[in-house]
């Protein structure tokens, strides 16, 4: 084995610390849409625009109306650990935001050429910086809100770039981030670009749209809603009906606290309640949020935050599957009836 010489203990570069952070993180094009789309909702926005270039590779472009950054804090908002979101383990222990880690625009900024515009309510003008933060913030025009503009993904990390799939499959991942969002938020307007083109465009409070477009017209025309609470939780949302169940999990959307994730605990609970209508080779569709206690539940485990863990997992299981069970029962006595 060809022996390297040994090298003394150095503390790592900034830029390759942040680029192996987005090695976690910024795993491909999709990853940024969702990291800008959580900031865009952090900051209040009400209308958001994507703008994809060839599966988001080329560029990804994310316009809101937000809050907006004010001049002296754009170079922090580009810096590694600094967030407006937390400020104590307090803070962690009961996130209320989308975002915490300050991590994903340096992470960005360190794989991609970002330039960050933008301009708060009572600013004269829109700002803008690019690069990492040593960038200069200059005058630019924009209305109040904020645009990232990511372009050219991994061209200093060809390693990186060499994982990456067709536009096609990268586009369909970015489309889907931006499809979870939306479903989660029919009080934000999204509309989406791909090449140039507009793909999808929802209005505020078009839920049904929405859903029709994201889960199918079945689910859309035959969905029960679902809205219990006990205690510090609350579940709301729809189910499909068995009719509208799929051959595979993709119509499967679970958020916690406003967070699209991927949890066995929740899916197993869903499923258990489908258990006597639905055969055992289908999958439920579903939109479902279930609201609960920040301090209830752990965000912090993974760097995408797509995982959870509940304080008291059991009373979740039992809660969820209690309720899709009860909407579920109230069709079969009325709907369909057991009557001959
Ligand atoms: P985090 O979201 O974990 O705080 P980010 O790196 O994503 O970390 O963003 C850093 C900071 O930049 C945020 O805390 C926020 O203050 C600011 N920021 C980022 N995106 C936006 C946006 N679209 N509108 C307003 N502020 C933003
Ligand atoms: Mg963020």
Redesign the pocket.
């Known amino acids: 084995r060809p022996t390297r010489p040994i090298r003394p203990i150095q503390a790592l570069p900034d830029q390759l610390i942040s680029q192996i952070a987005a090695g976690e993180v910024i795993e491909r094009p999709s990853a940024v849409v969702k990291?800008?789309l959580?900031?865009?909702l952090?900051?209040g926005?009400t209308q958001i625009t994507v703008r994809l270039e060839q599966g988001g590779v080329k560029r990804i472009a994310i316009t809101?109306n937000?809050?907006?950054?004010p001049p002296e804090?754009m170079p922090l908002?580009l810096a590694r650990h600094?967030?407006?979101?937390i400020a104590s383990l307090t803070d962690l222990e009961n996130v209320g935001?989308l975002?915490?880690?300050?991590?994903?625009?340096?992470s960005i900024a360190s794989v991609a050429q970002l330039t960050l515009t933008?301009r708060t309510a009572d600013a004269a003008h829109a700002w803008e910086i690019t690069g990492s933060q040593e960038g200069n913030v200059v005058p630019a025009s924009g209305s109040p809100g904020?645009t990232?503009d990511v372009q050219d993904l991994y061209f200093n990390t060809p390693a990186r770039r060499k994982f990456l799939k067709s536009e096609q499959t990268e586009y369909g991942h970015c489309a889907e981030v931006v499809r979870r969002i939306a479903l989660a938020r029919p009080d934000v307007t999204f509309s989406l670009t791909h090449n140039g083109k507009t793909v999808d465009h929802w209005n505020i409070g078009e839920f049904a749209k929405r859903s029709a477009h994201i889960l199918g017209d079945e689910f859309a025309n035959a969905r029960l809603p679902v809205d219990e609470s006990a205690g510090p939780l609350r579940i709301h949302g729809f189910i499909g009906l068995p009719t509208a169940s799929k051959a595979r999990a993709d119509g499967q959307y679970f958020y916690v606290n406003g967070r699209f994730v991927r949890d066995k605990l929740l899916v197993h609970a869903v499923r258990a309640a489908y258990q006597d209508v639905l055969h055992g080779d289908r999958y439920p569709s579903y939109a479902l949020a279930l609201d609960l206690d920040p301090a209830l539940v752990d965000v912090n485990v993974h760097p995408s935050k797509i995982e959870v863990r509940f304080r008291d997992s059991r009373s979740v299981h039992q809660f969820v599957f209690h309720a899709v069970s009860r909407a579920l029962a109230a069709t079969s006595a009325t709907s369909f009836g057991n009557a001959p």
């Open positions: 990291e800008l959580e900031n865009a952090d900051a926005a809101d937000g809050r907006g950054i804090q908002a600094a967030t407006s979101k935001t975002g915490f880690r300050g991590e994903a625009l340096a933008t904020t990232i």
